[in-house]
């Protein structure tokens, strides 16, 4: 039997259970919005409760930051979830690898798919300047990257990408409103079932609720969410095309992912 690893949330010292969290209620700002917010709280379960911030979000409805102290302990040890773990390379390293085992550039589609307008996280990871100094995939001269933009249907996408014989397909879902990122998702997937690509090409999802896991069940490669950098997705796609090519031994470099 494995040890148990028995862990708490840490505010201000370790094991002390305390939380912060936000949230809206529908009631105009008042004295009495402020009370509600408290026993909102306090049967969640938690005490201590300290409201540190309240604002008028709109007429009736006002946003809360909430500090307090939650009872709850888990087993970290009883927690199985599949996760990418890189062993990255740099930039010149990963430039260097491609020209050495492929000898040519890595081709790589992305899009904002379906009704979503928000381009702002597959320009981060494709778009020269990157993200937070770490360089985009268009910076990299092994890599020949197309950012499609936004409202783009999956089928266009993986139309273009199939035309261009791409390595690896980028899908961005940033709105997710009645969780209409995970059924244009499959939609995605089913598109690229029926345009045999499935398998022979890297299917990426990407977004704020997007997660490994997540992306594993709707039948992509991999997921990432918030906080990835275009070298992370750079360092995935190489590994992955090396990979298929026969270059590498599956596991290589990402032992988390899944048999």
Same mark, same amino acid.
């Given at each position: 039997?494995?040890?148990?690893?028995?862990?708490?949330?840490?505010?201000?010292?370790?094991?002390?259970?305390?939380?912060?969290?936000s949230f809206t209620l529908p009631v105009a700002t008042s004295e009495k919005a402020k009370e509600a917010a408290q026993l909102y709280c306090r049967k969640l379960g938690l005490t201590d409760v300290k409201v540190a911030a309240v604002e008028r979000a709109a007429d009736a409805y006002t946003f809360f930051v909430v500090y307090a102290r939650s009872p709850v302990i888990i087993?970290?040890?009883? $927690? +199985?979830?599949?996760?990418?773990?890189?062993?990255?390379? =740099?930039? &010149?390293? #990963?430039?260097?690898?491609?020209?050495?085992?492929?000898?040519?550039?890595?081709?790589?589609?992305?899009?904002?798919t379906g009704s979503d307008t928000h381009t702002?996280? $597959? +320009?981060?990871?494709?778009?020269?300047?990157?993200?937070? =100094?770490? &360089?985009? #995939?268009?910076?990299?001269?092994?890599?020949e990257a197309y950012n499609l933009g936004s409202q783009v249907p999956n089928a266009e996408l993986i139309r273009r990408a199939k035309e261009k014989g791409a390595d690896a397909i980028l899908v961005s879902?940033?709105?997710?409103?009645?969780?209409v990122h995970k059924e244009n998702s499959r939609q995605f997937i089913d598109e690229a079932k029926k345009a045999g690509v499935q398998g022979s090409m890297t299917l990426l999802l990407g977004g704020?609720?997007?997660?490994?896991?997540?992306?594993?069940?709707?039948?992509?490669?991999?997921?990432?969410?918030?906080?990835?950098?275009?070298?992370?997705?750079?360092?995935?796609?190489?590994?992955?095309?090396?990979?298929?090519?026969?270059?590498?031994?599956?596991g290589t470099h990402f032992e988390g992912e899944p048999g």
């Open positions: 039997m494995a040890e148990k690893q028995l862990i708490r949330a840490y505010g201000d010292r370790r094991d002390d259970g305390i939380i912060q969290l087993d970290y040890n009883e $927690i +199985d979830t599949p996760e990418i773990v890189i062993k990255k390379l =740099g930039f &010149y390293e #990963l430039n260097a690898l491609i020209e050495e085992k492929l000898a040519r550039r890595v081709v790589v589609f992305g899009a904002c702002v996280g $597959i +320009d981060a990871i494709l778009n020269m300047k990157g993200f937070a =100094g770490d &360089y985009g #995939l268009e910076r990299y001269p092994w890599f879902q940033v709105v997710t409103q009645r969780d704020p609720r997007v997660d490994h896991k997540l992306a594993l069940e709707l039948g992509f490669d991999a997921g990432f969410g918030p906080g990835t950098r275009p070298s992370d997705v750079a360092n995935f796609v190489v590994h992955q095309v090396m990979q298929r090519a026969g270059k590498e031994a599956k």
